[in-house]
C-alpha cells in the first residue's frame, strides 16, 4: 500500500502493519488541519492506546520507554525550552546532564522540531518515549508553573474570583496601586492552585536574588515557583491590602486575614502573617478551608481501644480533655471531630480560638482579638455569664487561661482546649510548671492526647519493601511482631500522588486517660517520666507504637514514622 501521502510516526505504524493506510491518512490530515497531535489524535480515535504507541516507538526507534507517572516533576529544567514549543511540540524537558537534554516525547519523529531545541539551547537531545496520556497531564502541570509571565498564566476564569477581606467585598477603584491587573490574576492563581493541590499553608519568600513561593502539601514544604524579583512588592501590597493590613509599614510583624469567594456556595479563608526579613517580608497565608476538613472521628486514624476511650471522656458531664502536639498536627481538626459528636440541640456549646479554623454550625465561635482585648481568659470569663455546657479554648497559653479553664471544669462544664508539649505525660507537668497546683490539675482532667500527623502511602503505587529484622528491632518493633505474618510497604510515585509516593495523612495518637492510680501519683508530686512509667504499665500505646501498627497495616512507610516520631 502506498504511503506517500504520511510520514513519520503514522508512515511506520502503517508499514508495520498496526494502522489501516486510510485511518492513519485521516488522521494525520486531521493533526495537520487542526495543529493537533497525530499521536493525541490517535488515542483518542481508540484505534490504539497510549501504552501501545509508546511501546511501538520505543522499540521501532530504539529509544527508552520512561513511565512518567514515576516521575517527580520538582526538578525539572524550566529555563531549557520556551513554553510554546513544549506545548505545540507535546513534550517535556526532563534533565540536562553535561550537554545533552533529555527530552520525554510520544512522537520521536518530530525531527526539526527536534533540530530546532538543539540549535536554540546547543545541547544535543536525548529522546525518552513516554505515554501520550500522560504527557498531556505532566506538560499541563509544566506549563501551569507560576513562575511564566504574569499575565499568560492566569486564565480570564481567575479574573472572576472575587477577594476579600473577609468582611466585605473591597472596591478596586479603592486600591490603585495594587490593583495591578497580571498581580491580581498571579494571587488569585497561586491560591486557587494551592487549594486544588491540597496545601495548608502558602510561602511568599524574598531573598536578595530571587523571589520563591512555597506550598505545605502533607506537611512537607515544595517549591512551586520563583517570579520576578521585581514583583514581590507589589504581591506584598496586594495581599495586604486584601488582608486589611498596613500596606505603608513594612518595618513590623503584621497579621491579617482575606476570604476567596471560588462560589455561590464556596469560600475559603486565609490566616496571612507578614515578616520583614533583610530582602522584603516573608508571607505566609494559612488556608483555612472548612469543606475540606473530615470530622468523621472514624477517619482520624484512631485505634479501636483509643477510640472507645476518647468517647468514653468526651461523653462525661465536666472535665477537661487537653489535646496536646507541634503546629500542624491537627490538634483543631480531632478538638471539632469530638464537638461534633456532642453538637444537639440541647447543648450550648461555645469556642474561643486564634484563629476560628472551622465553621461548624450551631457552635458559637469566638475570634480572640489580642489587640482589642479579647484574650482567651476574657472570653473564657464571658462564656462562664453565657450558660455554657461544653466549652473550647484554642489554647492554653499562660496561667490565667489555665485557671479559669479548670475552675470551669470543676463547676459542672465540658472543657476542650490544647497544648504544646511533646508528649501526653508532659502535659501535666506542663500545667504544673504554670503554676496550677497539683489538686486542681488531677481532679479536673479526664484525658490527654497527644497527637502527629503521617503521611499516607498512596494506595495506587505502595510496594513492599524488605527491611532487615535488626532495623525494625531498632525502630521499636518487639521480637515476636515480626513473625511473617505482616510485610512493610514504601513509596513509589505515580500520576495519582504527582511522584511523591504519598497522598494524604493519617493520625497517630498516643491517648492517656487519668486514672485512680495517676491522680494519686500527680497528687504525690510525680514528674512526667514517672506518668509515663504508670500509663505504660497501665497499657497506653505511646506516639511510636501507635505509629509502628500503622507500618503493620501498611498505611505508612517506617521511614515517614521514624520521622515524626521520637523513640
Same mark, same amino acid.
Given at each position: 500500500?502506498?504511503?506517500?501521502?504520511?510520514?513519520? /510516526?503514522?508512515?511506520?505504524?502503517?508499514?508495520?502493519?498496526?494502522?489501516?493506510?486510510?485511518?492513519?491518512?485521516?488522521?494525520?490530515?486531521?493533526?495537520?488541519?487542526?495543529?493537533?497531535?497525530?499521536?493525541?489524535?490517535?488515542?483518542?480515535?481508540?484505534?490504539?492506546?497510549?501504552?501501545?504507541?509508546?511501546?511501538?516507538?520505543?522499540?521501532?526507534?530504539?529509544?527508552?520507554?520512561?513511565?512518567?507517572?514515576?516521575?517527580?516533576?520538582?526538578?525539572?529544567?524550566?529555563?531549557?525550552?520556551?513554553?510554546?514549543?513544549?506545548?505545540?511540540?507535546?513534550?517535556?524537558?526532563?534533565?540536562?546532564?553535561?550537554?545533552?537534554?533529555?527530552?520525554?516525547?510520544?512522537?520521536?519523529?518530530?525531527?526539526?522540531?527536534?533540530?530546532?531545541?538543539?540549535?536554540?539551547?546547543?545541547? !544535543?537531545?536525548?529522546?525518552?518515549?513516554?505515554?501520550?496520556?500522560?504527557?498531556?497531564?505532566?506538560?499541563?502541570?509544566?506549563?501551569?508553573?507560576?513562575?511564566?509571565?504574569?499575565?499568560?498564566?492566569?486564565?480570564?476564569?481567575?479574573?472572576?474570583?472575587?477577594?476579600?477581606?473577609?468582611?466585605?467585598?473591597?472596591? !478596586?477603584?479603592?486600591?490603585?496601586?495594587?490593583?495591578?491587573?497580571?498581580?491580581?490574576?498571579?494571587?488569585?492563581?497561586?491560591?486557587?492552585?494551592?487549594?486544588?493541590?491540597?496545601?495548608?499553608?502558602?510561602?511568599?519568600?524574598?531573598?536578595?536574588?530571587?523571589?520563591?513561593?512555597?506550598?505545605?502539601?502533607?506537611?512537607?514544604?515544595?517549591?512551586?515557583?520563583?517570579?520576578?524579583?521585581?514583583?514581590?512588592?507589589?504581591?506584598?501590597?496586594?495581599?495586604?491590602?486584601?488582608?486589611?493590613?498596613?500596606?505603608?509599614?513594612?518595618?513590623?510583624?503584621?497579621?491579617?486575614?482575606?476570604?476567596?469567594?471560588?462560589?455561590?456556595?464556596?469560600?475559603?479563608?486565609?490566616?496571612?502573617?507578614?515578616?520583614?526579613? /533583610?530582602?522584603?517580608?516573608?508571607?505566609?497565608?494559612?488556608?483555612?478551608?472548612?469543606?475540606?476538613?473530615?470530622?468523621?472521628?472514624?477517619?482520624?486514624?484512631?485505634?479501636?481501644?483509643?477510640?472507645?476511650?476518647?468517647?468514653?471522656?468526651?461523653?462525661?458531664?465536666?472535665?477537661?480533655?487537653?489535646?496536646?502536639?507541634?503546629?500542624?498536627?491537627?490538634?483543631?481538626?480531632? /478538638?471539632?471531630?469530638?464537638?461534633?459528636?456532642?453538637?444537639?440541640?440541647?447543648?450550648?456549646?461555645?469556642?474561643?480560638?486564634?484563629?476560628?479554623?472551622?465553621?461548624?454550625?450551631?457552635?458559637?465561635?469566638?475570634?480572640?482579638?489580642?489587640?482589642?482585648?479579647?484574650?482567651?481568659?476574657?472570653?473564657?470569663?464571658?462564656?462562664?455569664? #453565657?450558660?455554657?455546657?461544653?466549652?473550647?479554648?484554642?489554647?492554653?497559653?499562660?496561667?490565667?487561661?489555665?485557671?479559669?479553664?479548670?475552675?470551669?471544669?470543676?463547676?459542672?462544664?465540658?472543657?476542650? !482546649?490544647?497544648?504544646?508539649?511533646?508528649?501526653?505525660?508532659?502535659?501535666?507537668?506542663?500545667?504544673?510548671?504554670?503554676?496550677?497546683?497539683?489538686?486542681?490539675?488531677?481532679?479536673?482532667?479526664?484525658?490527654?492526647?497527644?497527637?502527629?500527623?503521617?503521611?499516607?502511602?498512596?494506595?495506587?503505587?505502595?510496594?513492599?519493601?524488605?527491611?532487615?529484622?535488626?532495623?525494625?528491632?531498632?525502630?521499636?518493633?518487639?521480637?515476636?511482631?515480626?513473625?511473617?505474618?505482616? #510485610?512493610?510497604?514504601?513509596?513509589?510515585?505515580?500520576?495519582?500522588?504527582?511522584?511523591?509516593?504519598?497522598?494524604?495523612?493519617?493520625?497517630?495518637?498516643?491517648?492517656?486517660?487519668?486514672?485512680?492510680?495517676?491522680?494519686?501519683?500527680?497528687?504525690?508530686?510525680?514528674?512526667?517520666?514517672?506518668?509515663?512509667?504508670?500509663?505504660?504499665?497501665?497499657?497506653?500505646?505511646?506516639?511510636?507504637?501507635?505509629?509502628? /501498627?500503622?507500618?503493620?497495616?501498611?498505611?505508612?512507610?517506617?521511614?515517614?514514622?521514624?520521622?515524626?516520631?521520637?523513640?
Amino acid at each position: 500500500m502506498s504511503t506517500a501521502s504520511i510520514s513519520g /510516526l503514522a508512515r511506520a505504524l502503517v508499514q508495520n502493519e498496526r494502522l489501516a493506510t486510510a485511518d492513519a491518512e485521516a488522521l494525520f490530515k486531521q493533526a495537520q488541519t487542526t495543529r493537533v497531535s497525530f499521536v493525541e489524535l490517535l488515542v483518542q480515535s481508540k484505534k490504539m492506546s497510549a501504552i501501545e504507541v509508546a511501546v511501538f516507538a520505543a522499540n521501532m526507534f530504539g529509544l527508552p520507554l520512561l513511565d512518567l507517572a514515576a516521575l517527580s516533576q520538582d526538578g525539572l529544567p524550566r529555563n531549557l525550552v520556551d513554553d510554546d514549543t513544549v506545548n505545540n511540540g507535546r513534550l517535556l524537558p526532563l534533565y540536562k546532564r553535561g550537554n545533552k537534554l533529555f527530552i520525554a516525547t510520544s512522537d520521536p519523529t518530530q525531527a526539526t522540531l527536534f533540530h530546532t531545541i538543539t540549535f536554540k539551547t546547543g545541547l !544535543s537531545i536525548d529522546l525518552v518515549v513516554v505515554e501520550d496520556d500522560k504527557l498531556a497531564r505532566a506538560i499541563g502541570r509544566y506549563a501551569s508553573n507560576p513562575s511564566k509571565v504574569l499575565n499568560d498564566l492566569a486564565g480570564d476564569e481567575f479574573g472572576e474570583l472575587q477577594l476579600t477581606d473577609g468582611d466585605a467585598q473591597l472596591e !478596586s477603584d479603592s486600591l490603585p496601586d495594587v490593583d495591578d491587573a497580571p498581580v491580581v490574576k498571579f494571587v488569585n492563581k497561586v491560591l486557587m492552585d494551592a487549594i486544588n493541590g491540597g496545601a495548608s499553608d502558602i510561602h511568599f519568600e524574598p531573598y536578595e536574588k530571587f523571589f520563591r513561593i512555597r506550598y505545605r502539601v502533607d506537611g512537607i514544604l515544595k517549591e512551586i515557583a520563583q517570579p520576578p524579583l521585581a514583583i514581590r512588592e507589589k504581591l506584598a501590597s496586594r495581599i495586604k491590602v486584601v488582608s486589611k493590613m498596613d500596606i505603608s509599614e513594612r518595618r513590623v510583624p503584621q497579621d491579617g486575614r482575606l476570604k476567596l469567594v471560588i462560589s455561590k456556595h464556596r469560600a475559603v479563608d486565609f490566616r496571612v502573617s507578614t515578616l520583614p526579613t /533583610l530582602y522584603g517580608e516573608k508571607i505566609v497565608m494559612r488556608i483555612l478551608d472548612s469543606s475540606a476538613a473530615s470530622l468523621d472521628i472514624e477517619q482520624l486514624g484512631f485505634e479501636p481501644e483509643q477510640k472507645e476511650m476518647l468517647l468514653r471522656a468526651i461523653e462525661r458531664p465536666y472535665g477537661m480533655v487537653l489535646v496536646t502536639g507541634p503546629t500542624g498536627s491537627g490538634k483543631t481538626v480531632s /478538638l471539632y471531630s469530638c464537638l461534633n459528636i456532642l453538637n444537639q440541640p440541647d447543648s450550648n456549646i461555645s469556642t474561643a480560638e486564634d484563629p476560628v479554623e472551622i465553621n461548624l454550625p450551631g457552635i458559637n465561635q469566638v475570634n480572640v482579638n489580642e489587640k482589642a482585648g479579647l484574650t482567651f481568659a476574657s472570653a473564657l470569663r464571658a462564656f462562664l455569664r #453565657q450558660d455554657p455546657d461544653i466549652i473550647m479554648v484554642g489554647e492554653i497559653r499562660d496561667f490565667e487561661t489555665a485557671d479559669i479553664s479548670i475552675k470551669a471544669a470543676q463547676t459542672g462544664h465540658m472543657v476542650f !482546649s490544647t497544648l504544646h508539649t511533646n508528649n501526653a505525660p508532659a502535659t501535666l507537668t506542663r500545667l504544673l510548671n504554670m503554676g496550677v497546683a497539683p489538686f486542681n490539675v488531677a481532679s479536673s482532667v479526664l484525658l490527654i492526647m497527644a497527637q502527629r500527623l503521617a503521611r499516607r502511602l498512596c494506595p495506587h503505587c505502595k510496594a513492599p519493601v524488605d527491611i532487615p529484622e535488626p532495623a525494625l528491632l531498632r525502630a521499636g518493633f518487639r521480637k515476636e511482631e515480626l513473625d511473617g505474618s505482616w #510485610q512493610p510497604h514504601g513509596p513509589v510515585g505515580c500520576e495519582e500522588c504527582r511522584g511523591s509516593g504519598y497522598k494524604g495523612r493519617v493520625g497517630i495518637y498516643e491517648v492517656m486517660p487519668i486514672t485512680d492510680a495517676m491522680v494519686r501519683l500527680i497528687m504525690s508530686g510525680g514528674n512526667a517520666m514517672d506518668i509515663a512509667d504508670l500509663a505504660r504499665q497501665e497499657g497506653m500505646v505511646d506516639l511510636r507504637h501507635a505509629g509502628l /501498627l500503622k507500618v503493620k497495616r501498611g498505611l505508612t512507610s517506617l521511614t515517614e514514622i521514624e520521622a515524626v516520631t521520637n523513640e
